[in-house]
């Protein structure tokens, strides 16, 4: 567990305040050279690190690739939310109007 607060240490203790590279939490550390602010955080690093050495330049192009066509389709899908979204404003209006 990340320690969050410096009253976990002894009072004459060298602390370090330090930001996790992996979740951005701010935390106490008794080692300079601390990175992440927990194992957990450490591990999801490592792996991210261990996959993206894995993967070799043509399957980052199509990944990107898909990733872009994911993007579109979720664009559209908002664009359709919104559209469905002010529709029903309108409606609602509509009945609240004719109810008074």
């Known amino acids: 567990m990340p320690q969050l607060d410096r009253s976990n240490f002894k009072y004459n203790a060298k602390v370090f305040e330090k ?44 990944m990107i690739s898909a990733l872009l066509s994911e993007n579109a389709y979720l664009k559209g899908q908002l664009q359709r939310y919104v559209t469905d979204n002010e529709t029903l404003r309108k409606e609602l209006e509509r009945f609240q109007s004719n109810g008074n």
Do not use: H, M
């Open 19 to 62: 930001t996790c590279l992996w979740c951005g939490t701010i935390y106490f550390a008794s080692r300079s050279t601390a990175k992440y602010c927990s194992a957990t955080c450490r591990g999801y690093a490592n792996q991210a690190k261990a996959a993206e050495q894995a993967v070799p330049y043509d399957e980052t192009e199509k």
